[in-house]
């Protein structure tokens, strides 16, 4: 059986009094008498009745609700970013719907239909890997309804976004790789159409430059899940004995080929060192602990609810798009090897 909220209508029925006389009451009216208003309230309470939310958003053209569409809840950056907008929107009187589109163009075009139809304020959005049509959000835009782009960006549409510096990122953890000794560095890479892995790929190729090593595009596959470390292990083993590192582009892809290589007798870091990024806190549960570089998740979360925010506050502003980039840190631990004394 359907369930069924109790309604405006329903109190009025149960008191024999106008649908407008419980609306009034409710809202404290003073046309209406105290001892109607206090009855009207109690039976209310009673009968647990909730305002129609959508119902006054429609009416007030504010909902005061924020659209999250992400990747995946699961993944700790993503969960990090989650709890610092829910924090920064929670202290501002918003409330978040959450969408994940696990990293499928058309559940994310669903999820941007869906939240539109519950009429959120704005919308905050990291996109999917395999999202390359970016016509559901050009119709948000088109709209007039404030989006922000969060860590995985569309460089298309001219909004506000937050992002982590990728190509400084791998840069440095390339070149810290090479720092101790590593100069055949493999590269397990995302889709090239997503700008992170461009610009995490690019990185790598700035490191190797910067350090004189010629670049050999056979180090290069793309191969950014477990699943893909495992569809690619025949790969991956071919070529471990040619290799001494490996700089994978997120830290699940940085264990999953940490284990294939220990499970074929390799030793991390003596035989290859490897390294990841996003310090997710899978890097410290694993043996040897894998190094990284942190990536600032709950902060970006902060930063893009309060650029929603302000949009929402200024909505006929000409501001020109905000662009925030947050730089990552150096997570050194035991996954490579130490830095020559001289480099410490």
Excluded: W
Excluded at 233 to 247: G, M, N, Q, S
């Amino acid at each position: 059986m359907k369930p069924h909220l109790t309604s405006i209508n329903d109190i009025a029925k149960a008191l024999g009094v106008s649908a407008s006389t419980v609306s009034r009451a409710l809202k404290d009216h003073p046309d209406i008498s105290e001892g109607t208003r206090n009855r009207i309230k109690a039976f209310a309470q009673k009968v647990n009745y909730r305002p129609n939310a959508l119902a006054l958003s429609l009416k007030k053209q504010v909902s005061n609700t924020i659209g999250i569409i992400i990747p995946e809840i699961v993944h700790h950056f993503f969960s990090s970013i989650i709890s610092g907008i829910e924090d920064v929107a929670y202290s501002k009187g918003y409330r978040v719907m959450i969408c994940q589109s696990n990293e499928d163009f058309s559940r994310e075009e669903m999820n941007v239909q869906a939240l539109m139809d519950h009429r959120v304020d704005g919308l905050l959005v990291c996109i999917s890997k395999t999202t390359e049509d970016f016509s559901h959000f050009k119709s948000v835009y088109n709209n007039q309804i404030p989006m922000v782009f969060l860590d995985r960006i569309c460089k298309e549409i001219e909004t506000d976004r937050v992002i982590t510096d990728d190509f400084n990122g791998a840069r440095i953890i390339t070149s810290h790789l090479i720092k101790t000794g590593c100069k055949r560095i493999l590269h397990l890479g995302t889709l090239p159409q997503l700008l992170i892995g461009h610009d995490r790929q690019q990185g790598y190729l700035q490191a190797l430059k910067e350090n004189h090593i010629d670049f050999n595009p056979e180090l290069i596959i793309t191969c950014d899940t477990p699943v893909k470390v495992d569809e690619n292990r025949d790969k991956i083993l071919e070529i471990a004995p040619h290799i001494d590192a490996i700089f994978a582009v997120n830290d699940f892809t940085a264990v999953a080929v940490m284990n294939l290589l220990k499970n074929n007798g390799f030793d991390i870091p003596e035989d290859i060192a490897i390294a990841g990024f996003g310090d997710d806190p899978i890097a410290t549960m694993v043996d040897p602990p894998l190094t990284t570089v942190e990536q600032q998740g709950y902060q970006m979360g902060q930063e893009a609810m309060n650029l929603l925010i302000d949009r929402l506050a200024n909505p006929e502003g000409s501001k020109q798009p905000d662009v925030k980039i947050f730089q990552v840190e150096l997570r050194e631990r035991k996954s490579t090897r130490q830095l020559p004394f001289s480099e410490k």
